[in-house]
């Protein structure tokens, strides 16, 4: 293989490999740095890889206290 087709070839599959964590990162997840320890130490198994990105799709937990106005509201 030559070198002009395995240096991009290697740049794919390691953004393909890293793909939970890019999420995780750009959408500003609360437990990205959990998504990158998933990802990087299991996600060679596929499994792993596949929690990785499941954790890093899901949408985050809100409290129902939350955006209600309970704190410093004494109007």
């Given at each position: ?6 240096v ?11 793909l939970p ?13 959990l998504?990158?320890a ?38």
């Amino acid at each position: 293989m030559e070198i002009t087709l395995a240096v991009p070839l290697a740049i794919v599959l390691m953004v393909v490999y890293l793909l939970p964590s890019l999420i995780a990162f750009n959408r500003t997840h609360e437990k990205r740095w959990l998504i990158l320890a998933v990802n990087v130490l299991l996600g060679g198994s596929g499994i792993g890889w596949g929690i990785a990105l499941y954790l890093a799709l899901r949408k985050p937990r809100t409290s129902p206290e939350l955006g209600r106005g309970t704190l410093n509201s004494a109007a």
